[in-house]
């Protein structure tokens, strides 16, 4: 059974880098099977495919937000990493980290997923 835990600042600054960290448990990041998904959900608004990474270590991200992400892993300790640069307070959101048995690329549909991480409040203020 996978299970995922995002964890982070729940307070980051306007203009500097939000760090966000997901732990997997009950299988391996480098797993063939699985996608390593972040999205966010804002106050008010709908869910928002951020980006991915596969076991293989390939990273996609949504172009919207392309110039500002990077996702990474941490094989030894089964994590998988979002940062993102330049936060405004717009990037104010629930982050969360999804698994998915398929390649689907800017899925916002929750039962897309197979596993969802419970989620990680991040607000960006002075």
């Known amino acids: 059974q996978v299970q995922l835990q995002e964890s982070g600042p729940g307070l980051v600054k306007p203009s500097q880098t939000l760090s966000l960290t997901c732990t997997v448990s009950?299988?391996?990041?480098?797993?063939?099977?699985?996608?390593w998904n972040w999205l966010r959900q804002p106050p008010g608004k709908g869910l928002e495919w951020m980006g991915v990474?596969?076991?293989?270590?390939?990273?996609w991200y949504s172009p919207s937000l392309k110039s500002r992400i990077s996702i990474s892993r941490d094989t030894s300790k089964n994590q998988v990493t979002l940062q993102l640069v330049s936060v405004t307070p717009e990037d104010t959101a629930v982050y969360y980290c999804?698994?998915?048995?398929?390649?689907?690329?800017?899925?916002?549909?929750?039962?897309?997923?197979?596993?969802w991480g419970q989620g990680t409040q991040v607000t960006v203020s002075s």
């Open positions: 990474i596969s076991g293989s270590g390939s990273a």
């Open positions: 999804a698994a998915a048995k398929t390649f689907i690329m800017s899925a916002t549909t929750k039962n897309q997923y197979d596993t």
């Open positions: 009950g299988a391996s990041i480098r797993s063939e099977y699985y996608y």
